[in-house]
C-alpha cells in the first residue's frame, strides 16, 4: 500500500477539519497554513472530497470548508480510496483472489499480499478521524515547544509515493 503526497495532505487536511469540528467552515488558507500544505493544491484534494460529499463548502465572508459527518463516521480507508484508490499492493481485494484461484504457482505469495491487504484495511475500515485527532491530543507537545508536523514525508520513503 502506498500513500500519494496528495493522499498524505488530504489526510492532514481531514484531520485539521476534524479537530474544528463544530466550529464552523474553516478557511483553505488557514487549512493550508496550519497544516502547512500548498494552498493550491488543497484546493484540488478539497474540491474532491467534496464531490464524494466528505466536506461540504460555506460560501461568504465565514464559508471554508467543514466536515459533511462527524470525525467518528469518516474513516481513514474512506479517504485513502477516495484519493489514492486500492489499499492492496497488487490492485483490490477481488484482483488478488483470483490471483491466488489462477496461478497455483504464486498462490502463497498471493495469498500473503491479501492477508497484508486485509490486516491495513482493517485498521484503515476501523480508524476514524475522531480517533486520530483524539490521540493527537494526548500527544501533545511541551509548551513553549515549536509544533512539530506529525508525520515527515520524507521520513516515509515506504508509505508516501510522489504520485499525485
Excluded: C, W
Excluded at 476534524?18 to 464552523?24: I, S
Excluded at 484546493?43 to 465572508?61: D, F, P, Q, T, Y
Excluded at 465565514?62 to 459527518?69: H, I, N
Excluded at 515549536?146 to 520513503?157: D, G, M, N, Q, V
Amino acid at each position: 500500500m502506498k500513500i500519494s503526497q496528495k493522499g498524505l495532505y488530504a489526510l492532514q487536511a481531514m484531520m485539521m477539519l476534524a479537530r474544528h469540528h463544530n466550529q464552523g467552515a474553516i478557511r483553505i488558507r488557514d487549512i493550508a497554513y496550519e497544516e502547512e500544505l500548498p494552498e493550491k493544491f488543497l484546493e484540488l484534494i478539497l474540491l474532491e472530497l467534496k464531490n464524494a460529499r466528505i466536506v461540504e463548502s460555506v460560501r461568504g465572508a465565514k464559508g471554508g470548508y467543514q466536515l459533511r459527518r462527524p470525525p467518528s463516521e469518516i474513516y481513514l480507508a474512506e479517504i485513502i480510496r477516495l484519493i489514492d484508490g486500492a489499499l492492496a499492493p497488487f490492485g483490490d481485494a477481488d484482483q488478488l483472489r483470483v490471483l491466488i484461484d489462477r496461478d497455483a504457482e504464486h498462490r502463497a505469495l498471493y495469498q500473503v499480499f491479501l492477508d497484508v491487504r486485509d490486516a491495513a484495511a482493517k485498521i484503515l475500515e476501523n480508524t476514524s478521524l475522531a480517533d486520530i485527532v483524539s490521540k493527537e491530543r494526548v500527544s501533545k507537545p511541551v509548551k513553549g515547544h515549536r509544533k512539530k508536523r506529525a508525520i515527515e514525508p520524507t521520513a516515509l520513503p515506504m508509505i508516501v509515493s510522489s504520485k499525485n
